[in-house]
C-alpha cells in the first residue's frame, strides 16, 4: 500500500523526473533559429540545464543519505535543519514501498553512483553535442537515469521490468541520435533488436517464475503479491525444474544487458557506434544498475537454489554464474587483443571488467556470513571504480574522436606532444583499468579476487589474474601509442572545460579511491 | 464443461499459433499486419476464455483497433516496404527451425510437461475475479500497483518523445510527401532511366526541396 509519507523516500527519482521534464519544457521556450549561432545556443542552455540539475539531484540525494553529514538529535530546530531532518527521514532504511520499492542501503549507494555517473555523463555532453533535438537528447539522459534509480531499487518482476524498458528505451534512442552517422544508426537499431529480443527472454524467465510461484501457493486467495521477489522465493523454495528453468532464462536476459560472454556480441558493435558520452554511460551506469538488479534477483528470488562458490554441489546459480564469468574475463580479454579501434578495445575491455563483477556476485554464496558481506562490498566498491575510470576513459576518448576525427589507435599517436594534461589523465584512467596500484582500479581488482579466493572460488581466480596480466598488453599499447610513437599531426588538441571536469572528477575520484579505500568502504559496508 | 473448455482452448492456440507463423514467413508486409490483426484476436479470445472479460474488450478496442491501424499506416507512409518484394526468412531457415525444435524439445517441453500445474480452484459464486474486473483492475493501479502504474506513464512518455525523435526531422531536411499518383511516376522514371542499377530512393526529392527552401 502506498503512503503520502513514502513520497520523502522516492525523493530522488520524483526529482530526476521532474528536471527531464523541465530540461524538455525549456527548450520549446528557446529561441528556435536556424542559424548556427541560435542552434548552437539552444543546444548549450539544455545542455547547462542538465549538468546544474544533475548536479543538485546528486546533492539532495547525498544530504538525504546521510553519509557524509547526518543531522545529531541535539540539533537545534530552526528553518535549515527542519528540512535536512525531513529529508534524512526518507533516507536509507524501512520495509519496501508498497512491497515493490526498497529503500535500504544498497538502493541509496546505487542511487548515488548512478546519478553521478549520469552527471559526468553529462559534463561530457555539455561539448560533445547533438546537431538536433537537445532537449529531447538531455532529457533522454535523465530519463535513463530515472530507470536506472528504479532498477536498483526495484524488489518486484513487474517494477523490475518496467525500471529496465525505462533503462533501455532511452539508450536505444540515444546510441542511434546521430543520424547522419551510419555507424550511429547502426548501433541505435543493433541494441533495440538485442534488447528487445533480451527483454522477451527475461520476461519469458519471469513468467515461469511467477507460475512456479503460483503453484507453491495451493489455494490462496490473494495473490497480487506473488511477483514480488521474496515471495517467490518463498514458493518455489521445493519446486524443481520449473524453477530452474526460470533462472536460467533470467540470468541470460539479464546477462544480454550486462554484455558477460556468451551474450556479448551486441556490445562492441553498440560501444562503437554510439556517441562516445553515451558509451561511457551505457558501459556503467547501467551496467552497475544492472549488477545490482540480477544481485537482488538471484538472492531474494532464488535463495533455494544458490550453490557454493566452490562447486561442490553441482546445480545452482553460482555454477551458471562461475562457467559466465570464467568465459567473460577469458574472451573479453582475449577479443581486446587484436582491437584497432580504441572504443572497441574498451568495449572488450568493459566485458572483462563484467568478469570480475560476476566473480563478486560469486563470493555472496559463500558459507560464511563474512565472506558474503565482504562479496557485497567487494562489488559495489569495484562498481564505482570501474564506473568512475571508463567514464574517464571514455571521455578522454570523446574529446580525441571529435578534436582527431576518429577513435583508431593511429589517431592516438602522439597525443602527448598534442596535449600533455589530457594525455596524462587518459593514462591514470587505463592505469587504472590494467589494475596498477596504487590507483583505484588495483584495489578493486584485489579486493575481488581476495573475497574470490577466500569464498572457494580458487581456480576462477587464478584464471582471472592470469586474464588481468594479458590486459596489461592491450591497455600498454594504447599508452605506446600516445607517448612513445610519432605523432602524423602535431596540431595541439585542446581541452574544453566540461570534459576536463570530468576528466579531473574521474581521475581524482580514482586516484583518491584507490589510496584512501576506507573513505568510501566504511560508507558500503552498510549495506 | 472441462472439456469444451479445453478444445475451445486447444482451437484459439493453434489459431493464434498458425496466425503468428503467418505473420513472420508472408512475403507482402500487409498481409502480416492482417495476420497479426487475427492473431490479436486470437488472443482476445484467451482472455474471454480467461474470464477476464474487461481485458478482452481492451485488447480488441486497443490491439485491434489503434494499434493495427497504427502499424498499416505506418506500412504504408513507409516507402520501401509496400512492395511484394521483401523477404523474411532467410535460406537456412530449415536450421535455425531444427535447433530451435531441438532445444524446445530437450529442455522446454520436458520441464513443462512434467510440472504440475495447480491451478487454484474456482472461488465461489459471487465473488469477485482477483484482477479481472475493471473496478479491481483500478483499485490495484492506484493502491498496490501505484508506483508501476506510474512509471508505465512515464514509460510510454518517452517512447513517444523518442517516437518524434526518430520521425520528425528538421524543416530544411524533411522530403516532401508525394502522393500515390507522383510516387508511381517517379518509379517509373526510375525504371525508365536505370532498369539495372537502382537509384538511390531518397536523393531527388531532397535535394529538390532543399533546393527551394535555401532558394527562400
Known amino acids: ?527 | 464443461m472441462e472439456v469444451v473448455v479445453q478444445i475451445t482452448f486447444g482451437v484459439i492456440a493453434v489459431f493464434i499459433l498458425v496466425a503468428a507463423a503467418m505473420v513472420v514467413s508472408v512475403r507482402n508486409v500487409i498481409h502480416a499486419a492482417l495476420w497479426l490483426i487475427a492473431c490479436f484476436f486470437g488472443v482476445g479470445a484467451l482472455y474471454m476464455l480467461l474470464e477476464a472479460e474487461f481485458l478482452a474488450v481492451v485488447q480488441v478496442l486497443i490491439y485491434v483497433g489503434a494499434v493495427s491501424v497504427l502499424i498499416l499506416f505506418a506500412i504504408m507512409l513507409t516507402r520501401q516496404i509496400t512492395g511484394e518484394g521483401v523477404r523474411q526468412l532467410t535460406n537456412r531457415w530449415p536450421v535455425v527451425l531444427a535447433i530451435a525444435t531441438l532445444l524446445f524439445a530437450t529442455v522446454l517441453a520436458p520441464t513443462l510437461i512434467n510440472q504440475q500445474w495447480n491451478v487454484p480452484p474456482a472461488p465461489p459464486l459471487g465473488t469477485p475475479e482477483p484482477i479481472a474486473g475493471p473496478a479491481e483492475l483500478g483499485r490495484g493501479f492506484v493502491n498496490e500497483f501505484l508506483i508501476q502504474f506510474q512509471v508505465v506513464g512515464v514509460l510510454l512518455t518517452v517512447a513517444l518523445i523518442g517516437a518524434i525523435v526518430i520521425a520528425y526531422e528538421e524543416r530544411a531536411r524533411r522530403r516532401k510527401v508525394l502522393t500515390l499518383a507522383e510516387e508511381l511516376e517517379l518509379k517509373r522514371l526510375r525504371e525508365q532511366t536505370s532498369p539495372t542499377v537502382p537509384a538511390p530512393v531518397e536523393a531527388e526529392p531532397v535535394v529538390q526541396e532543399s533546393r527551394s527552401a535555401s532558394e527562400r
Not at chain 1, 242 to 269: C, E, Q
Not at chain 1, 349 to 361: E, M, Q
Not at chain 1, 418 to 446: D, E, M, W
Request: charged content about 10%.
Open chain 1, 1 to 527: 500500500m502506498f503512503q503520502l509519507t513514502d513520497i520523502p523516500r522516492l525523493l530522488p527519482e520524483i526529482l530526476l523526473l521532474v528536471l527531464a521534464l523541465l530540461v524538455l519544457g525549456s527548450d520549446i521556450l528557446e529561441r528556435w533559429g536556424r542559424t548556427p549561432a541560435a542552434q548552437l545556443e539552444r543546444v548549450k542552455s539544455s545542455a547547462s540545464l542538465t549538468a546544474i540539475g544533475l548536479g543538485m539531484v546528486l546533492f539532495v540525494a547525498l544530504l538525504q543519505s546521510g553519509y557524509i553529514y547526518r543531522l545529531p538529535e541535539t540539533a537545534p530546530v530552526n528553518f535549515f535543519t527542519n528540512i535536512i531532518r525531513n529529508l534524512q527521514s526518507g533516507g536509507p532504511g524501512g520495509e519496501p514501498i508498497a512491497g515493490a520499492f526498497a529503500t535500504d542501503h544498497l538502493t541509496m549507494i546505487a542511487r548515488l553512483l548512478i546519478i553521478g555517473a549520469a552527471l559526468v555523463t553529462s559534463l561530457l555532453c555539455l561539448d560533445v553535442r547533438p546537431s538536433a533535438h537537445p532537449g529531447e537528447f538531455y532529457a533522454l539522459i535523465i530519463f535513463s537515469t530515472l530507470g536506472m534509480c528504479l532498477m536498483v531499487g526495484a524488489n518486484e518482476f513487474l517494477l523490475a521490468y518496467l525500471a529496465i524498458e525505462l533503462t533501455s528505451i532511452p539508450l536505444y534512442l540515444l546510441a542511434g541520435y546521430f543520424r547522419n552517422d551510419p555507424r550511429s544508426a547502426e548501433a541505435g537499431l543493433k541494441y533495440f533488436l538485442f534488447g528487445a529480443i533480451s527483454s522477451a527472454i527475461l520476461l519469458y524467465g519471469m513468467s515461469l517464475a511467477f507460475g512456479a510461484a503460483l503453484n507453491g501457493v495451493g489455494s490462496a486467495t490473494n495473490f497480487n503479491d506473488l511477483t514480488r521477489f521474496d515471495r517467490i522465493g518463498t514458493f518455489t523454495a521445493s519446486s524443481g525444474g520449473l524453477i530452474t528453468l526460470a533462472m536460467l532464462f533470467i540470468v541470460a536476459g539479464m546477462g544480454y544487458k550486462l554484455a558477460v560472454v556468451p551474450f556479448h556480441s551486441w556490445s562492441p558493435d553498440v560501444y562503437e557506434g554510439a556517441p562516445t558520452p553515451i558509451t561511457a554511460f551505457i558501459s556503467t551506469a547501467s551496467k552497475a544498475a544492472g549488477f545490482i538488479l540480477l544481485f537482488r534477483l538471484l538472492t531474494k528470488t532464488f535463495p533455494a537454489m544458490t550453490g557454493s562458490p566452490t562447486l561442490d554441489t553441482a546445480g545452482g546459480w553460482t555454477a551458471v554464474l562461475a562457467v559466465l564469468a570464467l568465459l567473460t574475463v577469458v574472451i573479453g580479454n582475449l577479443a581486446a587483443l587484436p582491437q584497432t579501434n580504441v572504443k572497441r578495445l574498451l568495449a572488450y575491455s568493459s566485458i572483462a571488467h563484467a568478469g570480475f563483477v560476476v566473480l563478486g556476485l560469486l563470493a555472496w554464496a559463500a558459507a560464511q556470513p563474512f565472506d558474503r558481506e565482504q562479496g557485497l562490498t567487494a562489488l559495489l566498491y569495484y562498481l564505482f571504480i570501474y564506473s568512475l575510470t571508463n567514464l574517464g576513459a571514455f571521455g578522454a576518448l570523446a574529446l580525441i574522436g571529435q578534436q582527431t576525427g576518429g577513435d583508431d589507435l593511429t589517431h592516438l599517436r602522439g597525443l602527448s606532444r598534442r596535449n600533455l594534461p589530457l594525455a596524462l589523465l587518459f593514462t591514470v584512467c587505463i592505469l587504472s583499468l590494467a589494475g596498477i596500484p596504487p590507483l583505484g582500479g588495483f584495489f578493486a581488482k584485489f579486493y575481488i579476487f581476495m573475497v574470490g579466493w577466500q569464498s572457494g572460488a580458487t581456480w576462477l581466480v587464478v584464471i582471472a589474474v592470469v586474464m588481468t596480466i594479458v590486459s596489461l598488453y592491450y591497455y600498454l599499447r594504447l599508452l605506446k601509442a600516445m607517448f612513445i610513437e610519432p605523432a602524423t599531426d602535431l596540431t595541439p588538441v585542446s581541452l574544453p572545460r566540461g570534459i576536463g571536469a570530468a576528466l579531473a572528477i574521474a581521475v581524482v575520484g580514482v586516484l583518491v579511491l584507490g589510496i584512501f579505500p576506507n573513505l568510501i568502504l566504511s560508507v558500503l559496508e552498510r549495506v
